[in-house]
């Protein structure tokens, strides 16, 4: 696979950081990551052409690789810091992880489809980005042995909040995490105590459901 980044994926990546500011993404640091990760990397090269539009793409295994607004409206409400410990749920294509790196994340990324899971892995370090880990499994455990974290992601939809995300947070973290069946409530958890958390509803998302291992 070629690793072509040009001139004109450059223009687009510009372009598409003004989409977004006009669409409310102000963090200037989220705003940078989008100008430089190369998104058409990410995306089947068939679907290239579209990969600097506001929409999101079919990937590997009926996922999605999500909306460049979900991803840099989720990266702007966590407001992540350098050096923060991020645990994400469902690595995906990888651009997530990608834009969480680019802000200097110490980042460590589940994901539950094998063949995602292979691809991402091989894939992100060619363009220079290391998570601290990448793991194989399911998500919905959380990552009971790195815990706490500063924030934590999930980027799929989820029925509901499983407690092991909650636990997991360090008090005055924060979980961003889509809640719904049909369409998801993007939803912000703050821990403010031990057992105490903060809940704020941030409109509505459209994201592919997070699967439970049957077991």
Same mark, same amino acid.
């Given at each position: ?14 372009? *598409? ?16 990551? #989008? ?44 407001? #992540? ?53 990448? #793991? ?6 959380? *990552? ?66 997070? *699967?439970?291992?049957?077991?």
């Amino acid at each position: 696979m070629g690793l072509k980044d040009t001139e004109k994926h450059q223009g687009l990546r510009n372009q *598409l950081a003004n989409v977004l500011k006009a669409k409310g993404i102000l963090d200037e640091s989220v705003l940078q990551a #989008i100008r430089v990760i190369p998104r058409h990397l990410f995306i089947d090269s068939s679907f290239e052409e579209h990969a600097y539009q506001d929409k999101a793409f079919p990937i590997a295994a009926g996922q999605t690789i999500s909306q460049p607004f979900t991803v840099a409206f989720q990266s702007q409400t966590l407001q #992540i810091k350098k050096g923060e410990k991020v645990l994400e749920i469902g690595t995906g294509s990888g651009y997530q992880t990608a834009v969480l790196l680019e802000l200097k994340a110490i980042v460590f990324t589940i994901e539950r489809q094998v063949e995602l899971f292979k691809k991402a892995s091989l894939f992100l370090p060619k363009l220079g980005y290391k998570p601290k880990k990448f #793991i194989f499994g399911d998500g919905y455990k959380g *990552l009971v042995e790195e815990a706490p974290f500063d924030k934590i992601i999930v980027t799929a939809g989820a029925p509901l909040v499983p407690k092991s995300f909650l636990s997991q947070l360090k008090i005055g973290g924060m979980l961003l995490i889509p809640v719904g069946e049909q369409t998801q409530i993007m939803t912000l958890y703050i821990r403010k105590s031990n057992k105490e958390f903060e809940k704020h509803e941030l409109g509505d998302f459209a994201f592919v459901p997070m *699967l439970e291992e049957k077991i």
